[in-house]
């Protein structure tokens, strides 16, 4: 477990065994996912012990942090995956507003959000801000809470009560239909979708791993119940579509007239008859 600090304060999920299993989970799949896109420049908002972008081989990286991050520091909470796989060194940090990013218009190739749009103080702009800056066919990797989850579940549960029971974040989890159709007016086109982590949150390690068998039962048969969803969007230019290499066609022969053959000779005008 993580110690507690500036992170785990405004996050406290991952300070339960549950929580740090769900993080390495989300690493996992986003590792995967990442080393296979390309380009130049790639910026991760939010969440920084997930480190969103280190298998990813684009040259220029970034981590952004809002003012909800205000207290935190490099040194002042490790990542507890921070002995994983790295291809390229450590993303430049900066600090602003996710909904007034300091980037031009379609300059980036890829964005991570890893539970940025739950503690966003506003989503849509958030989301608008992300299809600005990035470039046409350019990605958004997007990880949220599900709300039809047994971790949304018990989200909603921890309104109102004492401290203890807020563990999760007490903004509203964006479903993962709604999200969908929030990206369907920004011309973002999910590419894919997946879900994951099936177990309820526990405050052990022994329980936790006690309810392994719920993963694979969920994977096959409940798998849009997972605590988590994973979905990558893909930036769509009306009016413009990326040519490939041209390849040569051959073109079918032009259709040549038929030529018809007559039985009776046809007598030329004027044809004197010999015999006459």
């Not at 539970?115 to 600005?132: F, G, M, N, Q």
């Not at 694979?216 to 979905?231: C, I, K, S, T």
Request: net charge positive; glycine share 8%; proline share 8%.
């Amino acid at each position: 477990m993580s110690k507690v600090g500036p992170i785990i304060e405004l996050h406290p999920w991952l300070g339960l065994p549950s929580g740090q299993a769900l993080l390495a989970w989300e690493q996992a799949r986003i590792d995967a996912l990442v080393s296979d896109m390309f380009g130049f420049h790639a910026l991760q908002l939010g969440l920084p012990e997930l480190d969103g972008l280190r298998t990813n081989r684009m040259p220029h990286r970034w981590l952004a942090l809002d003012a909800a991050y205000q207290r935190w520091s490099p040194a002042s909470n490790a990542s507890p995956l921070e002995e994983g796989p790295s291809l390229s060194s450590a993303p430049l940090g900066l600090r602003c507003d996710f909904e007034s990013l300091p980037f031009a218009s379609n300059s980036l190739d890829l964005v991570v959000l890893p539970h940025a749009l739950e503690l966003a103080r506003d989503p849509h702009d958030t989301l608008r801000e992300v299809e600005r800056v990035l470039v046409p066919e350019g990605k958004a990797l997007i990880i949220g809470f599900n709300p039809m989850s047994l971790w949304g579940t018990r989200q909603r549960m921890g309104r109102g009560r004492g401290a203890s029971a807020k563990v999760l974040p007490q903004g509203e989890f964006i479903g993962y239909w709604r999200l969908r159709d929030w990206l369907r007016l920004l011309d973002l086109e999910v590419e894919t979708g997946s879900f994951g982590c099936w177990r309820p949150m526990v405050g052990t390690e022994a329980w936790w791993q006690r309810l392994a068998w719920m993963e694979r039962a969920g994977e096959r048969w409940w798998p849009v119940l997972g605590a988590v969803y994973v979905v990558v969007a893909v930036k769509r230019v009306r009016g413009m579509h990326l040519v490939g290499k041209i390849r040569k066609t051959r073109l079918p022969a032009a259709a040549q007239p038929a030529v018809v053959t007559q039985r009776h000779p046809v007598r030329a005008p004027y044809q004197q008859d010999v015999n006459g």
